[in-house]
């Protein structure tokens, strides 16, 4: 073949690639405006009856050189990716996304408490209500410490069924009560949908747990609220899933949401948990929400909790959650890896001492 053929037919291969590239460029735009359509209807992208259906008469037009294999592998590609593109431009509108809104949110909790602000947050209180008593001791360390925000389960999502469960109602009148009595404000977990309505009285903050991090139907209830949401990360869900179960709060016109990196389920056993630090940073890209770090749940030990605060803080996090009990031994749960009250002490003076705790 002489060198001007070959140029002939290379330059005939450039201009079917443009006309490729414009065509399936076209195509991109008539599925966006599928999407558009089908967004507004509220059903699925994607249609596997409708992908199979396009399949099947391409295959039944081909006449080759190309088997129906390969045909099939090409426009399943092109399928694919503008499928991705509709769920990238999807991620880019979702409520709780950056792109959504550039600056970062603020939640102002009563007494002016401010989360996603200038100043650090430090929640800490026991990992359950256990008793009046229990809880007082607690809140009058915390208040004594300069601390605003109390912790404490009422209603506890426990592995076993013969685990303590939580004092219920009680429970939330107890951290409520003492609380009130030390000028703290509350945040409690709430499982139950129905419960969020009567928890309103006793909560500054709703607590969505790990394991509830995919319950839609409380996930909507809590949307439907005016209150504060505090989301914990599934044991085992990715960035995008956590991210979507914010939305689904946001979604219900609920747009105080906090997030909280727990630590995720690895291979991992000197650890509870494995602290995904690198979640931090990520989720304040991605989201415009304030992110807190779990560094009690994420380790499950108290050696390291000072070293995983200032982890967390370094990274980006707007707060931390550490647990408190007078007595940890006696604890009716997570009684390995509580602070007592002099440990937490040093615990905070040295998160603080870090200078990375903004006040
Ligand atoms: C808790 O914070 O009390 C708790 C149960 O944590 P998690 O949901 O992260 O396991
Ligand atoms: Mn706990």
Known sequence: MSNAELDRLRDRLDEINAELLSLISERAEVV????????????PKFD??????????????NKGPFTNSTIRTLFKQIFQASLDLQSA??????????????????IELPQGVLVGGAASLMVAGPCSVESEEQTRTVAAALAKAGIKVMRGGAFKPRTSPYDFQGLGMDGLRI?????????????????????????????DVIQIGARNMQNFELLKAAGEVRKPVLLKRGLAATLEEFIHAAEYIMSRGNTEVMLIERGIRTYEKWTRNTLDISAVPILKQETHLPVLVDVTHSTGRKDILVPCAKAGLAAGADGIMVEVHPDPATALSDAAQQLNIEEFNQFYNDVKASGLFRQ
């Open 32 to 43: 966006r405006e599928i999407g558009t359509v089908k967004e507004k209807q509220g059903v």
């Open 48 to 61: 596997p009856e409708r992908e199979k259906q396009m399949l099947e008469k391409l295959v039944s037009s």
């Open 89 to 106: 431009e999807h991620k880019k509108s979702l409520l709780v996304s950056r792109k959504t809104r550039k600056e970062d949110t603020v």
């Open 175 to 203: 951290l409520r009560e003492a609380a009130d009595e030390y000028g703290l404000l509350t945040i409690s977990e709430i499982v139950d949908p129905a419960h969020i309505e009567p928890a309103l009285d006793y909560v």
